[in-house]
């Protein structure tokens, strides 16, 4: 994990500024938090005397809610405050006051006084809890003044109920700490405040007797006061601390002990954790194990590698914070100074270096580095005997120093660089002379430097410093050096080689780990977007087992819930399958949210390692590791993590994708079902009513003349067609919808079925004009006449709904190319705008003002099934002449279709 505040010196960090600029932001309220231990050390007091002393300075405060408990002393505290009136809400026949968030919006005061932020509001209010109302009016501008007890606090309740063996109900989220602007402790020692009880100025005599034999204990409120004491203390140190880093200010800031561990490969790297550990316990101190990535970490064994992640994660089991940066100075004791200096780090812990006095004169000191530049910053070198640590004699790791077996193939290859040197200086030493050879022999070393590292480089130094003496300087063929000024080229030019190729080694080494990591970031970037060009869960989960796989060099399981249980859902290689033990493992894993199997703490035996997969939302699945050495490395453990981050958000995206689908089909099955009910609700019953009114008149009215019987028997007969109507378009609806559909299509003469569907649309349309115009040279067309006479005929209806009576209405065809066009013209207003796209939608009705007409909604929506269903297309719009709907139906002519047959 990189370090988030680390930055360059003399610079403020970016994290720091933001959170700066958050805190400064003028449109948000500004939040002060008085705190106390518990009920009755005398916050809302506090805050009061506050509102009281702002009040008089000009400042427009208001109370929003005070609960005074009927202490006379807070209540003569409210005088001459504004106090707004609370909100009263009717539950179950009891009427609760709650404060009325509404009217503090309303108001707009400068500051709101909120008293018990942890409290639960009554059902029925906008939020559930208070601390939600309080946000809220500080989105809005608002500065808040509120109240809260220390067993409130929603990640000490555990602790709290431990100390006082009563769980706390009520909680508020560390957010809310956490963004506080102020925190005020107070504070009352625990005789103090068990005298107010005893007196009656907490809760009345029956409530404190009570409150006395359980919660108010002086061992509970004493640990009750070391908890508020800390948590004020922690927030004070965080607030020094970003400060710092806002403004660049070098630490430390001795305002709170901050503890330092640097790891390294050493085997005694886990007793210094221990150490670590012990010294935080001791002074109630966050601490810190850390390990500086630098130009030797790629030379370390793959043994070395673990020993160093074993103790990180050694410091995070013990409850410290585990970090690894990579080292950007040329020493590592300046990259330790760096960080502590950026997060005010008071103590710094290193192990006592075992390495020769040469090693450290080559390479430097990191314990003589810290010393000198630590400044204010205590450093705690730890003494200890080479090989300790904890480590089994069977297990036992290689000690420091010790690097893998020796290769002669460097060497080798060094050797020959330098005899090609060699071989060229000798014909170039009568042309450039003897004193420029060694730029020959220079280049030589910066290759093999560059190629193998730093002693491979030494070796090839040495080597070309005796060439060039044994070869080139007098007497030749031999070591001895008779001029001065020889002598004295020959020890420039060794200083020379091997400073040269000290520094292309470094350049070596960085430049491979710049490789790697670039090769890692383009890996990862590769990944992001072949997850992001997936949709489907499957290749989702597919495309992450096989991208950690192929990074990682491991075999990997891919778990997700189902039906309350993990189901495997994939893995690379796919042929992998877990056994009962590595299930078990996994569902511990997921249920307690933790790492289970192989290279845990927990469930050991199984053969992989199971790492929740989570995010902003929760879990959302596990990824199973099977990996020959448990033990990543830091960098194999970064990627890991973003790996997996990855993976869960595109999960997690798909799954939201699913969510919103199913939301959509929820939405639009109740938007149908509504229409549904609606319509038959009215269009069911109004021919049903006029029916039945008719047949009772009939029935009941002896005196009916024949004329006023024919008339009745008329609408009889009228509605209970519409009836019909209605019934069959919900029929056809439903088949449509299940594809039963299936046109009886054959040749057909077009006309014929017009003049059908006109004789059929007959009184529908008696008040209307109509106006039949088809070209005599129609074809004939490959349709269902059953079909395409229903289509016309809801069509028709649709055109002496929307028509007003004594218009026209046309239906006209023409053939053009390849296809029959068949339009039917009215003359009413026309679709509205905008709804031209939606008159095919089911239960759809075109609305003028609040007037509905009356129909299903389902007629267009039939039509457009069964003209689809043969082959053709029927679209909607206005007439261009004059006001309008025109329908337009095209079908395809069939090969050798003909015109035969009158035109009606």
Not at 175 to 200: K, N
Not at 579 to 608: C, E, H, Y
Not at 693 to 713: C, N, Q
Request: aromatic share 6%.
């Amino acid at each position: 994990m990189m370090s988030d505040d680390t930055s360059e010196r003399g610079r403020p960090t970016p994290e720091a500024l933001l959170e700066l600029a958050r805190r400064e932001d003028s449109r948000a309220g500004k939040l002060k938090i008085f705190l106390g231990a518990a009920p009755g050390v005398g916050k809302t007091f506090t805050m009061l005397e506050n509102a009281r002393a702002r009040r008089r300075e000009g400042v427009d405060i208001v109370v929003g809610v005070v609960e005074t408990h009927g202490r006379q002393e807070t209540e003569a505290l409210l005088e001459g405050l504004e106090v707004l009136a609370r909100r009263r809400i009717d539950y179950r026949g009891h009427m609760l006051e709650e404060m009325d968030l509404d009217a503090i919006l309303a108001r707009k005061p400068g500051i709101v006084v909120v008293d018990e932020l942890a409290h639960s509001n009554a059902p029925g209010s906008r939020h559930p809890k208070r601390y939600l109302d309080v946000e809220e009016i500080l989105a809005n501008g608002i500065d808040v003044y509120s109240t809260l007890n220390i067993q409130h606090v929603e990640s000490l309740n555990d602790v709290v109920a431990q100390i006082t063996r009563i769980r706390v109900r009520e909680t508020v989220p560390d957010s809310m700490l956490d963004r506080a602007d102020e925190i005020e402790l107070v504070d009352l020692t625990p005789g103090d405040l068990l005298q107010r009880l005893r007196e009656g100025k907490v809760y009345v005599p029956r409530q404190a007797e009570h409150a006395l034999e359980h919660f108010f204990s002086p061992d509970n409120l004493t640990a009750l006061r070391e908890l508020a004491l800390r948590r004020t203390a922690e927030r004070v140190d965080e607030q020094l601390l970003r400060r710092m880093q806002a403004q660049a200010i070098s630490g430390p800031w001795a305002a709170g002990d901050r503890i330092l561990v640097c790891i390294d490969e050493d085997p005694r790297a886990l007793a210094l954790v221990r150490y670590a550990k012990l010294l935080a316990d001791r002074l109630h101190a966050p601490w810190t194990a850390l390990h500086i990535e630098s130009r030797r970490t790629v030379q370390l064994s793959e043994e070395q590698r673990d020993r160093i992640a074993d103790a990180l994660r050694l410091a995070q089991s013990l409850g410290g914070e585990a970090m690894t940066i990579p080292g950007g100075a040329r020493r590592i004791g300046d990259d330790v100074i760096a960080y502590a200096k950026a997060n005010n780090i008071t103590q710094i812990i290193i192990g006592k270096s075992v390495r020769s006095r040469w090693f450290e004169l080559v390479n430097g000191s990191v314990v003589r580095d810290l010393l000198a530049q630590a400044g204010n910053i205590a450093v705690s070198v730890v003494p200890g005997e080479e090989g300790a640590g904890d480590v089994a004699p069977s297990q036992a790791l290689p000690t420091i120093g010790t690097r893998p077996p020796f290769d002669l193939k460097p060497y080798a290859f060094s050797t020959a660089i330098i005899a090609i040197a060699l071989g060229i200086g000798f014909p170039l030493r009568p042309i450039f002379g003897e004193a420029n050879l060694d730029l020959v022999f220079l280049t030589g070393v910066v290759a093999v430097a560059v190629r193998f590292g730093l002693w491979p480089s030494i070796f090839a130094s040495m080597l070309a410093a005796l060439g060039y003496i044994f070869f080139f300087t007098q007497p030749y063929l031999s070591l001895e050096i008779y001029d001065p000024r020889s002598a004295l080229a020959v020890v420039f030019f060794t200083v020379v080689a091997i400073v040269v190729s000290n520094v292309a080694a470094r350049a070596q080494i960085q430049a491979v780990a710049a490789n790697a990591r670039r090769r890692t970031t383009e890996s990862l970037y590769a990944f992001s977007r072949k997850l992001a060009g997936v949709g489907a869960l499957d290749d989702v989960l597919w495309v992450t087992a096989y991208q950690t796989a192929l990074m990682l060099k491991a075999r990997v399981v891919l778990l997700l819930p189902e039906n309350e249980t993990l189901v495997v859902k994939t893995g690379y290689p796919p042929e992998d399958v877990l056994d009962p033990a590595d299930i078990a493992a996994a569902r511990w894993a997921w249920q307690n949210d933790r790492p289970a199997g192989r290279g845990s703490d927990t469930l050991t035996g199984a053969k992989w390692l199971f790492l929740p997969m989570r995010t902003g939302r929760g879990l959302v699945g596990m990824m199973g590791l099977g990996i020959d050495n448990p033990l990543l490395t830091p960098e194999q453990r970064r990627l890991l993590d973003a790996l997996i981050d990855q993976g869960a958000l595109a999960i997690e995206r798909v799954a939201l994708a699913e969510d919103v689908e199913r939301t959509k089909l929820t939405m639009e099955t109740e938007r149908l079902r509504s229409a549904l009910l609606t319509s038959i609700s009215h269009d069911l019953k109004t021919p049903l009513a006029s029916v039945l009114g008719a047949a009772s008149a009939l029935r009941d009215l002896s005196g009916l003349s024949d004329a006023e019987r024919i008339d009745l028997l008329a609408t009889i007969i009228e509605e209970a067609e519409r009836l019909n109507r209605f019934i069959a378009n919900l029929l056809d609806m439903i088949r449509l919808q299940s594809g039963a559909v299936m046109p009886n299509s054959a040749l057909h003469d077009v006309s014929e079925i017009v003049g059908s569907a006109l004789r059929r649309a007959e009184k529908i349309l008696a008040r209307h004009h109509v106006d039949v115009a088809l070209s005599p040279d129609l074809p004939m067309l490959e349709v269902d006449p059953v079909l395409f006479e229903q289509v016309l005929f809801n069509v028709l209806d649709n055109a002496s709904k929307y028509a007003p009576p004594g218009t026209t209405v046309w239906v006209r065809g023409e053939r053009f190319g390849d296809r029959v066009r068949l339009q039917i013209e009215d003359e009413g207003e026309g679709i509205p705008s905008g709804e031209a796209e939606h008159i095919f939608d089911r239960f759809h009705r075109a609305e003028k003002g609040d007037q509905v007409r009356a129909g299903t909604g389902l007629g267009l929506t039939i039509s457009r099934g069964f003209i689809e269903a043969m082959g053709g297309t029927i679209s909607a719009g206005n007439r261009i002449d004059r006001s309008g709907a025109v329908f337009t139906i095209e079908m395809p002519v069939p090969v050798g279709g003909k015109r035969i047959g009158p035109t009606p």
